[in-house]
């Protein structure tokens, strides 16, 4: 029972592609989140959805597209990629407002090469 | 054992002892922590959190004390133990931001 779940795991892939990573929760929350995690751990967030709505947009370049069909889903679309997007995406979840705590996905590693 | 903040990111201690881990938060406005551990290869996962009207909170094990005169918020680990090696994260939320700032991250390590 994976309660925030994310595919593919791992991604490998060429400069200048463009690829998806899917994110998907069944803990009935209203609030979705994308985070990146670079080679030195470093946790930032990109972007945080509400009931498919886009609250939170960091400075994130815009080749990042989060799409949110529903609220169970919040997918991460990503065109052009670049060396520098090679990190780990953690996708996470939790109810609406700041004092719940945020499940965290298994993550997926996204090579650029 | 103990790390010192955002400094020192590796801390390791005897199975059996006591961890301490550091954090020093960076905006006064924040009002809720949260400590999260990640072992390789997995996400992040919640073990305590504490708002900014307490200033000590005690989970199984897990201790974390807040002192907002000076921005610091520790995790305490009582008798470590193996499955306890992972990289432990401090967040903090700002006060209507609705988005959590994540600290460096401490690696603990248990030595047997």
């Known amino acids: 029972d994976t309660a925030v779940s994310q595919t593919p795991k791992y991604l490998v892939t060429q400069m200048g592609n463009d690829k998806s990573i899917k994110c998907e929760q069944n803990?009935?929350?209203?609030?979705m989140y994308w985070y990146k995690q670079d080679s030195k751990k470093f946790l930032k967030i990109m972007f945080s959805?509400?009931?498919?709505?886009?609250?939170i947009n960091e400075t994130v370049p815009n080749r990042f597209s989060p799409k949110s069909p529903d609220k169970a889903h919040l997918n991460l679309h990503i065109n052009s990629l670049e060396l520098g997007d090679s990190a780990v995406y953690f996708c996470?979840?939790?109810?609406?407002?700041?004092?719940?705590?945020?499940?965290f996905g298994p993550g997926t590693r996204l090579t650029v090469l | 054992g103990e790390s010192v903040g955002l400094h020192l990111p590796t801390l390791s201690v005897q199975e059996g002892d006591n961890s301490i881990i550091n954090c020093a938060y960076s905006n006064s406005a924040s009002d809720y922590f949260i400590w999260y551990k990640q072992e390789s290869g997995k996400g992040p996962q919640f073990i305590i959190d504490?708002?900014?009207?307490?200033d000590k909170r005690q989970g199984q094990r897990v201790t974390v004390l807040l002192n907002k005169t000076v921005k610091h918020l520790s995790l305490q680990i009582a008798a470590t133990q193996p499955g306890d090696s992972a990289v432990y994260f401090c967040a903090e939320n700002m006060e209507g931001a609705q988005k959590l700032v994540f600290g460096q991250g401490t690696r603990l390590t248990i030595n047997p």
């Open positions: 959805y509400n009931n498919k709505e886009l609250i």
């Open positions: 803990l009935g929350h209203d609030t």
């Open positions: 504490i708002r900014s009207n307490m």
């Open positions: 996470a979840s939790s109810q609406l407002g700041i004092y719940n705590e945020q499940f």
